[in-house]
């Protein structure tokens, strides 16, 4: 009988696609793994997932021969056919929705290379300040990422935060402040499983967390009347995130309660790294199956690239082509040039489509469902040609079993429909009442 | 001719700033201008009698500076610009606004909106106690433990103000994440500076490899280094995780007659597989001791910022291996030397017939090459690796903070006494009896929790340094009514993070704590000091920065297909240059008009072959280059920081440059582009075939976009003959009418480059050395005025109200009297009533 990742009994040892899992005793086994400590809840876990690649795609007309190696299939509808690239999500074609024309309306006088910092929150960054919003797994976590010890999961191939405009996270707080993403694998392993929360110094570190923080609330608090009016409010907003902090330190002591997951690392490739493209994809897209699996959490982002010139710029390298995914991008329009960024494409289809189908062979609940039907998988750039800020090439796969029916089809808008409005029908697929997210009118129509 | 203020403003008042706007101006210009076009045009359907859409505009209150107190009618106002600028109003049907009718309208509406929120600022109070940037908290811990650790590597970056600064008060913000990575910070930290009693000094890791040779390939066993092409890799056996290494090298050149000296690339890391990946660059010199008496040099680094091989937490005792220092070699202008005769390559890998291949490949270069000995090469003699570094343990910053504690059995006693001197240092001020007895009482909390007293006492210094007196500099009021000094240790502040970025030093501490700061003398000399201190250079570098917008360069990706040979380094000397005029301006007492035209730079190699300069350096080190007249450079609007970044990587940008320059150097920029602008699209069908100037031509026939466009773009077509990465050019492209297509792009037919336009006073320019004349000459006191505001703003950490106007007016005679020296103005400024009050 197939191993189901939801409904885990004690001891179980868990064979999730090439991944051994020694499981979890957990006391909140018998409420589903990984369901809050506080919490009764035995509701299935709804899950959202968003990847970005930078430079956008080739995009040879009809009649070019190399038209097969455009990222956009042909035909429309029901009726569609896959070109050479996104080939590998053939077995997946219930399972996705493609679409073509959407982008940020209000991205697109921004820079070609810029809008990576923007693709999940769908804003135009503020001039001179180059502020963000809050993006869009942000924007979900903060309301439903309650019910898992990771409220969300943010990772990128460079890591970090990068520089403005040319971000290496997808990730911005409700106050457009990036997260900073994890990008080694070993690390992101440490995340999730690595910490043995359980231990006596973790306990006493929280508790002493708790009471440092206690000491500069009360001194914040003490300053207040010997301040000027516009300073008051400065010190406002350093105790509302200090007390946000404490909020955080005391659900990281609740969770403590709970053990984590034992999961045998040996089979995932931690040692991969960035400069071995095809195992270091593979090891991210592993460790989001892991999460989704044992209930860590349930949002996370992947930026396989930024836009700036960084590590994953080189990718292509790992198919013998030439080690400058910008280059390759601007070279799409050149004769023999889209085939060569269609490989790359290809290749990142491919690993793609192997986490989906990992997702789509784990059963979780009743009925022949999956942790694919409960789980909203954007993927996409925010160039379609490269510099260009409409049309991305978008899929959505996934989340049948939250309501999504559109799978199987190509579905293509006009340019004056913003892809806000898919966002909008996503967090509604999750649950929330959103009527709005950015510059949305209302949800997407088709789906 | 030189213009009063008032005749300059004059000149600009499409663009004047609130400067000239004051509100009673405001006023009498809407009662006598521009009443009477509004009554003309919108009261009928927006007034008494209709109030179509519940709007009334002849009772909208045109007093914005004080307003109906609600802001509501700035809203109004902002929407009727907008309704304006859209062209949607008045409606099509009804009668149009004239040209200079909307000119008029535009630029009231703008004025005024500008000149309330001024007041509005003003009114709302100053935000004058702030949060240490990203890099002041860099700074300051660096300073305050004695670590060289990059301390801000998690924290997000800071946002830029509406003027560019990023130390600007209001716009610092907080968040829960902040406070999480300070804390995380903060820990790291202390567990170095801080260790347990009787702890061990860490086992210290050292190797040598000696006896390299020059230009050969030795056996591969040979002394774990292999020079290739010349390129040395360095296998380091064993190392620390985490602590500050030593590199060590010995190094000379063998630099054939008319070559210029190599540049040695250091980096360090894990390498699996492929070796020749540099992994993290510890750092680069340039190597000028010849071969027979090779030079020694030192780099320093922390490990933990350098990826590592192998796994630390899962125990599976994995050996560390793939850990190699590479050193590699660039010539002066930053290309690899790379020499095809030594490319390594595994004699028994490959077939027989691949093996003959890159035998003959291999042949071939060195035919072509000269014999070695006559090329440019290089000798490494010996490399010696170190780490961690510890000339004493424990650790000084250990001795330093915990020598209170000695000769005390009692811990909360020994607690008290090293709490409060580091409470002091940390919040740079005394602090009172009650907060060191609170972060007593935090130790006897936290001290049952952990194992020893040195971890207790580095959670209590951990909370000191996310306590808001750490992370902000606090500037307390009597009465927050009411102006008043700043104290002797608030000035302290503000002097050394003005001038230094970072904490004050013991000297500026010592002063305030005997109350001597304050007093004129000893405040002058004070700013002397800071001044001839080489940490001043951060100073010149942040104000250039941020000033300048030199991360703008960061935001540009120089297209490829338009210029394959653009070196990307070349962003970072760029900057460097930037940085590097700012602080020859500031090191050697020079008019700060040396921005605007100057016959030097500050260049590299690299730099100087691409401006086509003919001073070339012969390393990759930056120094003072002279500029020929017939060079066509000198000034901040000939280097590539302004010219390739404010492009957009393809083509030069005129409407960017042009905006830069009526913002950052004459402080009056243009009113923001109405929503929904149309950006000129080198893609679109109507641009085909035409020149630039052609093209903004036709941007400019839309009514909306004219008026204002016929005052900016003329700044930026005087620079029309610097291209995208900021070389001189004497033709443009123009693209083929074969629309869209990347190929048509190229074949262009280019034209002569046109830089000749006619700025909105009707002077006429041709190119930049006139409009650099015409900016000495015309614009003296704009651009002075604009250097004191932004210095004002950066000094103060704010943006400038209607308070600041009296103090603007009198530090700009004052500069422009002093010849704009700029250290003539810091001192001016830091003495001023403005910089000493709160």
Known sequence: MKPKSWHLDRRTVLRGAGVSLALPWLEGMSRGLGAAPASTSAELPKRLCAILFPYGVAMPKDDDPAREWGWFPTGEGRDYQLTKVLEPLRPLRDDVTIFGGLSHPRCRTMNGHDTGDTFLTGNNLAPVTYRNTVSLDQYAAERLGTATRLASLTLSTDGGIGPRTRSTTLSYSSKGQPIPALSDPKLIFNRLFGQDNASRSDHARLENSGSILDLVLDQSKSLHRRLGAADQRKLDEYETSVRDVERRVERAREWLSVPLPQVDPSTIALEANPDGPKDYIGAIYDLMFLAYQTDLTRFTTYQVGSYGPTLARTFPGCLGLEANWHGLAHGAGKKGGAEKIGQFDRFLAENLARFLQRMKDTPEGEDGVSMLDRTLVLYGSSNSKTHQNVNYPLLLAGGRDLGLASHGQYLRYGADTPMSNLFVTMLQRLGLETASFADSTGPLEGV | ?838
Request: proline share 7%; net charge negative; aromatic share 8%.
């Open chain 2, 1 to 838: 001719m030189r213009l009063s203020v008032s005749q300059l403003l004059g000149f600009l008042s499409l663009f004047s700033v609130a400067t000239s706007s004051g509100a009673d101006d405001l006023l009498t210009d809407y009662h006598n201008e521009v009443r009477p076009i509004l009554a003309k045009l919108c009261f009928d359907c927006h007034g008494p009698d209709k109030a179509k859409g519940d709007l009334r505009i002849d009772t909208l209150n045109a007093d914005l500076v004080h307003g109906d107190g609600t802001g509501a009618d700035a809203e109004t106002w902002l929407d009727a610009l907008d309704q304006i600028n859209l062209e949607e109003m008045p409606p099509s049907k009804s009668p149009q606004p004239t040209s200079a009718e909307r000119q008029q309208l535009v630029d009231w509406i703008g004025r005024a909106l500008r000149a309330a929120a001024e007041a509005q600022r003003y009114a709302d109070g100053r935000v004058v106690s702030r949060r240490l940037t990203r890099y002041e908290y860099a700074n300051t811990l660096r300073d305050l433990l004695g670590l060289q650790m990059d301390f801000a590597r998690e924290l997000p970056p800071d946002p830029a103000s509406p003027e560019g600064f990023l130390n600007n008060g209001n716009t610092l913000e907080m968040s829960g994440t902040q406070v999480e990575t300070y804390l995380a910070a903060a820990r790291q930290a202390l567990a170095t500076a801080i260790v347990e009693e009787g702890a061990g000094k860490p086992e210290i890791h050292r190797f040598e490899v000696a006896d390299t040779a020059v230009g050969k390939l030795p056996r591969r066993k040979d002394g774990g280094a292999e020079p290739v092409n010349p390129e040395f890799v360095v296998d380091v056996k064993t190392f620390p995780r985490e602590g500050e290494f030593r590199l060590t090298i010995r190094a000379g050149a063998q630099v054939p007659a008319g070559h210029d000296f190599p540049r040695m690339r250091v980096s360090l890391g894990n390498v699996p597989g492929i070796i020749h990946v540099p992994r993290k660059l510890v750092g680069e010199v340039d190597v000028t001791a010849p071969a027979e008496a090779p030079e020694t040099f030192e780099f320093r680094g922390r490990i933990e910022d350098f990826p590592q091989p192998g796994d630390q937490s899962f125990g599976s005792g994995v050996s560390f291996h793939g850990m190699v220092v590479l050193i590699d070699f660039l010539d002066a202008e930053g290309r690899e030397l790379r020499y095809a005769d030594r490319t390594y390559s595994d004699p028994k890998a490959g077939n027989k017939k691949q093996q003959a291949e890159a035998e003959a490949a291999r042949k071939k270069a060195a035919a072509e090459l000269p014999p070695d000995g006559e090329r440019l090469d290089v000798l490494i003699d010996s490399v010696v690796f170190e780490a961690p570094t510890i000339t004493t343990w424990p650790p000084p910053t250990h001795t330093c903070w915990l020598a209170a504690a000695q000769g005390i059995d009692d811990e909360i006693q020994r607690a008290e006494a090293v709490v409060g001197p580091f409470l002091e240092r940390a919040f740079r001020r005394p602090v009172t009896e009650a907060e060191t007895a609170s972060y007593v009482a935090l130790f006897e909390q936290v001290r049952p929790r952990t194992e020893s007293f040195n971890a207790a006492i580095r959670e209590v210094f951990a909370a000191a340094l996310v306590s808001p007196h750490f992370l902000y500099r606090i500037e307390t009021r009597e009465n927050p009514e009411q102006t008043e000094p700043v104290t002797d240790h608030e000035l302290a502040g503000r002097l050394s993070y003005f001038l230094w970025s970072t904490l004050p030093d013991t000297r500026l501490l010592d002063l305030a704590n005997r109350g001597r700061l304050s007093d004129p003398e000893v405040l002058a000399g004070e700013i002397e000091r800071l001044l001839d201190d080489r940490r001043t250079t951060e100073f010149a570098d942040r104000f250039a920065d941020q000033w300048f917008d030199l991360d703008a360069l960061d935001r540009v990706a120089v297209n490829p297909e338009f210029y394959p040979d653009f070196d990307n380094d070349l962003k970072d000397a760029m900057r460097t240059e930037a940085r590097g005029v700012m602080r020859e301006i500031l090191l050697g007492d020079l008019s700060c008009l040396e921005l605007i035209d100057s016959n030097w730079t500050v260049a590299n190699r690299a730099l100087a072959v691409h401006y086509g300069l003919a001073d070339r350096p012969r390393t990759g080190e930056f120094r003072r280059v002279s500029l020929a007249p017939g060079e066509r450079r000198g000034g901040i609007l000939s280097q590539g920081a302004f010219l390739v970044a404010q492009s957009d990587g393809q083509m030069p940008h005129p409407i960017k440059r042009a905006v830069w320059i009526l913002d950052r150097l004459l402080d009056s920029p243009p009113p923001p582009p109405p929503p929904d602008v149309p950006v000129l699209d080198p893609e679109s069908a109507d641009l085909a075939g035409l020149s630039l100037k052609e093209q903004l031509a036709v941007h400019r026939e839309k009514e909306s976009c004219r008026d204002c466009h016929l005052g900016i773009d003329p700044w930026g077509i005087p620079l029309e003959h610097f291209d995208a990465t900021g070389r001189w050019r004497e033709t443009a492209p123009v693209r083929l009418a074969g629309k869209g297509k990347k190929q048509g792009a190229r074949a262009a037919a280019p034209v002569p480059a046109d830089a000749t336009t006619t700025l909105p006073d009707g002077t006429a320019i041709d190119g930049l050395a006139q409009l650099k004349r015409y900016l000495l000459l015309e614009q003296r006191e704009a651009f002075a005025r604009s250097v004191v505001k932004r210095l004002m703003s950066y000094a103060l950490g704010r943006s400038l109200d209607f308070g600041d106007r009296e103090t603007v007016e009198r530090l700009t005679v004052d500069f422009i009297e002093n010849d704009f020296r700029l250290r003539h103005l810091i001192v001016a400024l830091a003495t001023d009533e403005v910089f000493r009050t709160k």
